[in-house]
Structure formats: C-alpha cells, structure tokens
C-alpha cells in the first residue's frame, strides 16, 4: 500500500483540470521509479547463498583477475571461533555465521561492506548437547537469508531466527524444528526465500520433509515429508544436505529438492508435483534449472549428476530422465550452466563440461587442490575456489582457457564467495576479504 504525506493529500483535493493530471502523473512517476529501484536493489544483492538467482551468477559484475594477500584487498577482518556459512549481502552489510568448535555457542555476524567493520557480532543461541561433527563440517555451515530490515539465521536442528538488520536483536526464533543430523555429519542445509516465505529442508535419520515458514512471524505455513517410505531405508541413506532450488512450472516456479532416496518438485503451497528415485544420500549440492530440465547431484558416496525433465506428474522416474553422467561428479559443488555448458568440479579438482542437453562430454581437466566451494560466473569468467584458497579463473567455453591463477596466502576455504558490486567477498576460515581491482583491468 502507497501511504502519501497528509499535507499531500489534503493539497490533492483541491486541484482541478490540467494540474490534477500533472500533479497525479508526477506521484505515479516517482512511485514507479521508487518500485524500480527497489527492484533493481533486490536483484543486485547477493541475499542467498550462490546469489540473487541461486545459480551463482553475477553477469553484471565486472570482477578482478588478478589479486594476492596484498593485492586488490580492499580490507580483510578476521571472523572469531568457525564457520563455512557464505556471505550474505544486502544494502552496505554484510552477514555470516559463526560458532564455537564444540558447537555450545552460535553466532551471526553483520560486517560492513564498504569498511569491512563489525556492526553486529551476536550470540544467537547455546546448545547444551551437540552432535559431534566431523572436521570437515560446522555447526555454522547453512548460509542465512537476507532481506531490507531482516536477516534470517538458520542452524539446521539448532535453531532457526530472524535478526532486526538494523539492530542485530532477535525478533523470532524457532527451535522446534528438530531431525537428527548423525553423529560426525551436522548441519549444512541452507535457506532459502519462495514465494514469500523462508523454505528449507529438514531431511535427519529420523525425519525427512520440507518447510515454509513466515517471514514475519516465524509461524509454520506448510509443511511436506517426502512421500517416500523411508522404514525399509537404513537411518544413515535417509538424510540430506542440500537447499531447495527453483524451476519454471508453466508460468509460475516449482520448487525442485535432490533428498535421501529421490528428487522431489514442489509447487509453492508445498503439494508435491513430481519425484524420480534413486538410492544415494547426504546430498549437498543444489538442483540448477535449464534447457527443460533439472540437473540434479543424486548421492555422495558416489556422485551421479542426472538432467530430468520437469514437466512431469507423479512417478517420473521411468519416463523423464534425459541422461545421466557418473563419472567425476561433485558431491559438494553445485553444477555452474553457462548458456548450453554445464561445468562441475568434484573434490579432487577434475572440472567436466558438459553439454547440458545431451550430457555428451565436451572437456575434462585437473587442477591442483580439493574443491568445496561453488564455482561462480561473472563477466564470462568462471572462479573456482580450493580449499587453500588458490582460485583458478577459466573462460567458459568448449575448450578449456585458463586466465589467471590467484591466491590468499593458503588460508582455507570452503565456503562459496559472494559478489558485491565488482568485488568478491571471500570468507577463509578465520577472516573475511573484500577483493576488489583498485582500477579497471
């Protein structure tokens, strides 16, 4: 609703003729310039994990090549206790998640974005009893969601809560929301905003399902378990680890989840729309949408990448599979789709492009290191990240182009950068870096 000044209005009611329609041209000129930039501000902030249209691209974004620890930094601040949680950006903040080693204590972090400042470090939630975890996880992996005023800050079975952006105080918190993670694995999916409403996935050894909450409130809106009969299941192929990601569905989104056991669609009231089996577990990466079809990381253990078509009702497992590709698949990254080549980096560092709609292989090639983090695109320049923070910058296209080859002094990553303007946010295991080119290259 459009509330105008009182003085306005009252001046409003006593024009006539040619200056009423002058006077009204001009509200609704500022008005539609004020939505359009509100717009235009939505779409440009990084607000979710792998950015504004969750499939890590930034096409606008003219981002540096060249950087060292010393080089193109614009400033570096150092993030206490440990965390694989992405950055989130919205207007001049920026958020993350953080926690003690042993789990006890969670926290969101809110730094500022031009400065690299700390604005807000609040301690968010303490948990008598944490799962053990593996080395490899966080009690502050899920990335959190943001918007204008509110930050939502998600800990898998710890907790979930919305932030006031502006204060840094807590306005809702639920810690209903239990699954049992297992011991060694933890928690990692992310949320996610659909339709107006933060969704994300409870898939435990105990429970599987998917959730709308809302935004205002933190009260359920609907909530959906996996169709799948799971009591046949061993407790340890029933969990996952991924994020709901978004398809078209005539003209409006399904909601597409790759789960312990299966891939399921979801319109955005929740009702499940289609599903494809399949027998792998502790799924990460997020399902991309192209071309028709979902491309979507099947199991861990041992990664398939399947294409389905998304057109499909009920059991569409023997009917809209286009291909499947298994050998060198990630279990960790989300596939990058760049126009009609599919890119994935598993964790030993082979990149695979693909042609998305036949899977035929186009190139395959090794780079140093473990991989992580999400491969992004922007510019027509694809950034993958290893582990030890060296970042390999490679031209898209069917050969493979290498451009450039940067490090931060081998400081640890794993969590998949952000894009702020023309610079890169990048989260090591103990320090935030702005990287951006101190002039156009």
Not at 280 to 285: C, E, K, Y
């Amino acid at each position: 609703m459009i509330h105008f000044h009182p003085v306005a209005a009252t001046s409003l009611r006593f024009m006539k003729g040619p200056h009423m329609r002058a006077t009204l041209i001009l509200c609704f000129a500022l008005v539609l310039n004020l939505f359009n930039a509100n717009l235009c501000s939505a779409e440009e902030s990084w607000w979710q994990l792998l950015g504004p249209t969750g499939d890590g691209h930034a096409d606008k974004a003219d981002l540096p090549v060249h950087w060292t620890d010393g080089e193109n930094v614009a400033w570096k601040t150092a993030i206490h206790d440990r965390g694989w949680s992405s950055p989130v950006i919205h207007g001049d903040q920026i958020w993350l998640t953080t926690a003690t080693t042993d789990g006890h204590k969670l926290y969101a972090v809110c730094v500022d974005k031009n400065s690299g400042r700390v604005l807000h470090d609040r301690h968010v939630f303490d948990v008598a009893e944490p799962q053990k975890i593996s080395d490899d996880n966080t009690y502050a992996t899920p990335t959190p969601v943001i918007e204008q005023g509110r930050v939502f800050i998600h800990f898998g079975t710890y907790g979930t809560a919305c932030l006031d952006t502006r204060t840094g105080e807590t306005i809702w918190s639920r810690r209903d929301l239990n699954c049992d993670h297992e011991a060694n694995a933890g928690p990692a999916s992310s949320p996610t905003i659909i339709a107006g409403h933060l969704v994300f996935h409870v898939d435990g050894r105990d429970v599987q399902y998917i959730i709308a909450l809302d935004k205002a409130t933190g009260e359920t809106v609907w909530k959906t378990s996996r169709s799948f009969d799971y009591s046949t299941v061993p407790v340890h192929q029933r969990k996952a680890y991924g994020m709901p990601g978004i398809a078209p569905r005539g003209d409006g989104i399904q909601l597409v989840s790759s789960v312990g056991q299966g891939v399921y669609a979801y319109d955005v009231s929740g009702r499940e729309l289609w599903r494809v089996r399949h027998k792998g577990w502790s799924i990460a990466p997020r399902p991309v949408a192209g071309h028709g079809l979902v491309f979507a990381i099947v199991d861990h253990d041992h990664p398939e990448l399947w294409a389905i078509r998304h057109d499909g009702s009920g059991d569409v497992t023997e009917s809209h599979i286009a291909w499947k590709e298994s050998r060198s698949m990630p279990a960790r990254c989300t596939p990058l789709l760049v126009d009609d080549l599919l890119y994935v980096v598993n964790r030993a560092g082979l990149v695979t492009c693909l042609e998305a709609k036949s899977g035929t292989l186009v190139w395959k090639e090794r780079l140093d290191g473990q991989y992580s983090a999400t491969p992004i695109v922007a510019n027509n320049r694809i950034y993958l990240f290893h582990e030890d923070a060296n970042c390999t910058i490679l031209r898209p296209g069917r050969k493979f182009d290498v451009l450039a080859v940067n490090s931060l002094a081998n400081q640890p990553v794993r969590a998949t950068p952000a894009i702020d303007g023309n610079a890169l946010i990048v989260r090591t295991a103990n320090s935030l870096y702005r990287i951006e080119a101190a002039a156009a290259e």
